[in-house]
């Protein structure tokens, strides 16, 4: 993609900050949640994905001293209670198997690593065009994953891959990652960390729409009280009051 658009020179002090994005938000991050899903059950794996959110404040308020308001908490809690009636409420909660307590620390951990990228590298990311940061972070990313990846990519056997597989594949590649890596700088650059975390949430509530869409799933009542819980929570933070505000309140008193 970045063949397409106008190139941008980063400097080589960014580049080596972009390494260290990539490291959080692609490879740790990423990395640590397939191991840990491939240890755990997909519902403790899903509901462990709740806590980037509250990850997200509490660096936020170590790192950029952003206030961890009532409101704040309030809002996360709302939303975090929603997104998990959600999860425990599909039909893959009855079956989904014990989980295990090494996995469900490792999707914490990707979690974590999630949430510092979002917070630590927020001034970096506001520098570049989304393009530009996916091109080096990915190339770092593909570069640290290689040694362990190589022999796996090599080794499979491609031509009993039918039509079905390569559309599942582009859909994961085009859609899943590459379309969703591309539009998460440009919400880095204009929300707050906790609130761009928030949308966390509304990765189950996705879920369950094309679950019932696709007829594996019934929209009941708790899945319509889950959804307005989500919903809430996530506006409950936007309205909360930044450091920015709290602090041009205090310069006018």
């Known amino acids: 993609a970045s063949l397409f658009v106008r190139r941008e020179p980063v400097a080589l002090r960014d580049r080596l900050s972009l390494f260290f994005a990539a490291l959080l938000g692609i490879v740790l991050n990423q990395g640590s949640f397939i191991l840990g899903v491939s240890m755990t059950s997909p519902i403790d794996a899903s509901v462990v994905t709740t806590t980037a959110p509250i990850f997200a404040m509490i660096i936020a308020a170590l790192y950029l001293r952003e206030p961890i308001t009532g409101m704040k908490i309030a809002g996360v809690a709302i939303g975090a209670v929603g997104a998990r ?24 951990f990707a ?46 056997r491609w031509q009993a891959f039918g039509w079905r597989n390569f559309a599942e594949g582009g859909f994961i590649v085009l859609g899943a990652t590459f379309l969703t890596y591309l539009l998460l700088p440009v919400g880095q650059k204009n929300l707050r960390p906790t609130v761009g975390c928030m949308y966390n949430y509304l990765q189950p509530l996705v879920a369950s729409l094309v679950a019932v869409l696709a007829g594996m799933d019934r929209f009941t ?30 310069s006018r008193r």
């Open 85 to 108: 009636m959600l999860i425990l409420s599909s039909p893959a909660a009855a079956s989904s198997g014990s989980g295990s307590i090494g996995g469900d620390l490792l999707c914490m």
């Open 111 to 156: 979690q974590l690593s999630y949430a510092t990228y979002f917070v630590v590298f927020k001034g970096l990311i506001g520098r570049y065009g989304p393009v530009t940061l996916m091109k080096w972070m990915f190339l770092f990313a593909t570069l640290c994953w290689l040694p362990f990846g190589a022999e796996d990519f090599v080794s499979t």
């Open 221 to 250: 009542t708790i899945k319509a009280a889950a959804v307005v819980l989500v919903f809430a929570g996530v506006y409950v933070v936007t309205r909360s009051k930044s450091k920015a505000q709290m602090d041009a309140e205090a």
